[in-house]
T-cell receptor
Framework: GAGVSQSPSNKVTEKGKDVELRCDPI?????LYWYRQSLGQGLEFLIY????????KSGLPSDRFSAERTGGSVSTLTIQRTQQEDSAVYLC????????????FGSGTRLTVV | DAKTTQPPSMDCAEGRAANLPCNHS???????VYWYRQIHSQGPQYIIH???NNETNEMASLIITEDRKSSTLILPHATLRDTAVYYC?????????????FGTGTRLTIIP
């Protein structure tokens, strides 16, 4: 597609439930990134994919968080047993994965855990 | 990746040039300087990047000092839509080390 698409745009879930957030990167972009941004805070790196593998998952805050990418395209971020502190905007970005190129971000998924 | 230092906030009059400074005194020779901005409630938007030469595109100009320890992003004719948080980031662009680390940025407010 023309841009990075994320769904849903908004998600309200009850504490303890699992959620899945989806990211469709720009076609042909080999690199994909997940960040999150809590209210009034900066961007926190979560995980980076090059193709289907994740060479850097250092930002995942706990084992309740996992992500996968299939076919070198769509990625899913899963949060199990959600907690209130998981409430944030989850942002996905993609890039061609070659030297010097910037990222293109999606509009994010606003997750609210009640 | 090298750390950057930016002023927390700046104001600029509409129609004037906005000059946003960034210090990156520990930058390495193979690290690029990137600028992004984030308008309220949107994902960050790429603006420009450079290694050592000055760069210009349709959005902005990037001036990097000769010693590469600081840079300035210039928005030549600021409009109200340029009100945003601007992030200066330095990073090595090489396989296996692709993440961008965002700091707190500069909140730029364009004054009518």
């Amino acid at each position: 597609g023309a841009g990075v698409s994320q769904s849903p745009s908004n998600k309200v879930t009850e504490k303890g439930k699992d959620v899945e957030l989806r990211c469709d990167p720009i076609s042909g972009h080999t690199a994909l990134y997940w960040y999150r941004q809590s209210l009034g805070q900066g961007l926190e790196f979560l995980i980076y994919f090059q193709g289907n593998s994740a060479p850097d998952k250092s930002g995942l805050p706990s084992d309740r968080f996992s992500a996968e990418r299939t076919g070198g395209s769509v990625s899913t971020l899963t949060i199990q047993r959600t907690q209130q502190e998981d409430s944030a905007v989850y942002l996905c970005a993609s890039s061609p994965g070659t030297l010097g190129y910037g990222y293109t971000f999606g509009s994010g998924t606003r997750l609210t855990v009640v | 990746d090298a750390k950057t230092t930016q002023p927390p906030s700046m104001d600029c009059a509409e129609g004037r040039a906005a000059n946003l400074p960034c210090n990156h005194s520990t930058i390495s020779g193979n690290e690029y300087v990137y600028w992004y901005r984030q308008i309220h409630s949107q994902g960050p938007q790429y603006i420009i990047h450079g290694l050592k030469n000055n760069e210009t595109n349709e959005m902005a100009s990037l001036i990097i000092t000769e010693d590469r320890k600081s840079s300035t992003l210039i928005l030549p004719h600021a409009t109200l839509r340029d009100t945003a948080v601007y992030y200066c980031i330095v990073r090595v662009a090489s396989r296996g080390n692709e993440k961008l680390t965002f700091g707190t940025g500069t909140r730029l407010t364009i004054i009518p």
